[in-house]
């Protein structure tokens, strides 16, 4: 019998979220602070002036935030009302749209936004094409699928299901389960098969055999520095970036 991922853990993390250095949602908060320059730069450069942004299972506010500061118009969607309290808090703006709702049925109408971003999300839910169409429904003509998830293999399973267990004893079970992980042209053929045509796929992981890296080992805990970068291999976790047609 399959695992069920474990996605009732978002419902009280509170300020975890932004404080915590020993739980993964500091891996998660470390990962977002390296992927949201990249969002930018992909907003900057294909998206219209003043796009209008769905930032899908937003969490605690880590790219809804930093997309608002940088003066962008976004929404945040999530369906943990402890996460989206938490997003609200730390909005600085107080400009991000929070609201709570179920990403097989978005409360959207067609062609509503230019961009929607799915950050560490796909590999959450048990139907990932339900929620692409979801996506494909609600995106302009033109519009772009930003998203950051996890290949299925190996590697990956060692790393970001066995190693997370193994170094940050607060890992809660079914964090990750692997049979949701996602291998990059199953994701293509899901996107392909809903209307959006991906446009390049990059490879993301931690940075490893530096002090950082070695502190994370030994301590259990996430350091403040802790950091991911670019990577010519998708084995571990991959970024993509798709138009609608």
Known sequence: MKKKVNNRIYEDLGDKWYKAQDDPIALLRAEAKFRNPWVLEILNKFSPQAPS??????G????????????????????????????????????????????????????????????DFLEHVEKPNDIIKEV?????PGGQFLFYT?????????????????????????????????????LETLCQNNGLTVQRFTGVGPQIFNKSFF???????????????????????????????
């Open 136 to 140: 494909s429904r609600i995106l302009k």
């Open 53 to 58: 942004i769905l930032d899908l299972g937003c």
């Open 60 to 119: 605690g506010g880590f790219l809804s935030n930093f997309l608002s500061e940088k003066g962008h118009n976004v929404t945040g969607l999530d369906i943990s009302e402890d996460a989206l309290k938490v997003a609200r808090r730390y909005d600085l703006t107080k400009k991000v749209s929070y609201l709570k709702g179920d990403a097989y049925k978005l409360p959207f109408s067609k062609n509503s936004f230019d961009v929607v971003c799915a950050m």
């Open 150 to 186: 996890f290949n299925r293999n190996f590697l990956s399973w060692l790393l970001v299901i066995k190693g997370v267990e193994w170094i940050l004893k607060k890992t809660p079970e079914n964090l990750h389960v692997y049979h949701l992980f996602i291998k990059p042209k199953e």
């Open 215 to 245: 502190k994370f080992i030994l301590q259990r805990k996430v350091p403040k520095d802790f950091s991911f970068s670019f990577k010519k291999s998708l084995k571990i976790g991959y970024l993509g970036h798709a138009f609608k047609i």
